[in-house]
């Protein structure tokens, strides 16, 4: 499953992914939270990450 979205040279015209999970702690970890958080941050395209725009 991808959900990913990606740029090529601006991460601020890319895509965006927004989720809304709804129940505590409890129910849905901080751990279960955090995965849900980075398969939705947008990423460079060629896999280098954030670092080189």
Do not use: C, W
Request: hydrophobic share 30%; no cysteine.
């Amino acid at each position: 499953m991808s959900l990913q979205p990606t740029f090529k040279d601006d991460p601020t015209v890319g895509p965006y992914n927004h989720a809304f999970v709804i129940g505590s702690e409890k129910t849905l970890s901080f751990t279960t939270q955090g995965m849900i958080d980075q398969m939705l941050e947008i990423t460079r395209e060629n896999g280098d990450g954030h670092g080189g725009h």
